[in-house]
C-alpha cells in the first residue's frame, strides 16, 4: 500500500522558517518525483515545489523561489521542504505527492493530475 506522511507544519511569526517532511513507503520511492502542494483558505491547491526521482531536477512556483527549497534523502524514503522567510500569503495545508508516471519536467510538474497518491496534509499557519 503507498502511503506519504507529511509532517513538520507549525505556527510561526512572519520571517521565520519551517521544514516539512514528507516520509514515504509502499513502493520504489527513488523512481518517482515527488511535489509539494498547498491549499489555502479558498484557494485551488497549487504546485509548490517538485523533485524529479533522483534529485537532479528541482521546480518551484515563483511566488516561492529563492525562499523555499525541495530535496530528498533516498535512502531515508523522505523529501523536505526547507522554508524560509515566510510570508502570511504561505498560510496553507501543504500536501506532498507522488507522481504518477516517470515523465516529469518543468511543465508537468505542478499539475496536480499528475500525481496519484497524496499525503494527509500538515498545516501552515504565518501569522504575527
Known amino acids: 500500500e503507498v502511503q506519504l506522511q507529511a509532517s513538520g507544519g507549525g505556527s510561526v511569526q512572519p520571517g521565520g522558517s519551517l521544514r516539512l517532511s514528507c516520509g514515504a513507503s509502499?513502493?520504489?520511492?527513488?523512481?518517482?518525483?515527488i511535489g509539494w502542494f498547498r491549499q489555502g483558505p479558498g484557494l485551488e491547491r497549487e504546485g509548490v515545489a517538485g523533485i524529479s526521482s533522483r534529485g537532479g531536477s528541482k521546480y518551484y512556483a515563483d511566488s516561492v523561489k529563492g525562499r523555499f527549497t525541495i530535496s530528498r534523502d533516498n535512502a531515508k524514503n523522505t523529501v523536505y521542504l526547507q522554508m524560509n522567510s515566510l510570508k502570511p500569503e504561505d498560510t496553507a495545508v501543504y500536501y506532498c505527492?507522488?507522481?504518477?508516471?516517470?515523465?516529469?519536467?518543468?511543465?508537468?510538474?505542478?499539475?496536480?493530475?499528475?500525481?496519484?497518491?497524496w499525503g494527509q496534509g500538515t498545516q501552515v499557519t504565518v501569522s504575527s
Open positions: 509502499g513502493f520504489t520511492f527513488d523512481d518517482y518525483a
Open positions: 505527492a507522488k507522481a504518477g508516471t516517470y515523465y516529469f519536467n518543468s511543465a508537468v510538474w505542478p499539475l496536480p493530475s499528475r500525481y496519484n497518491y
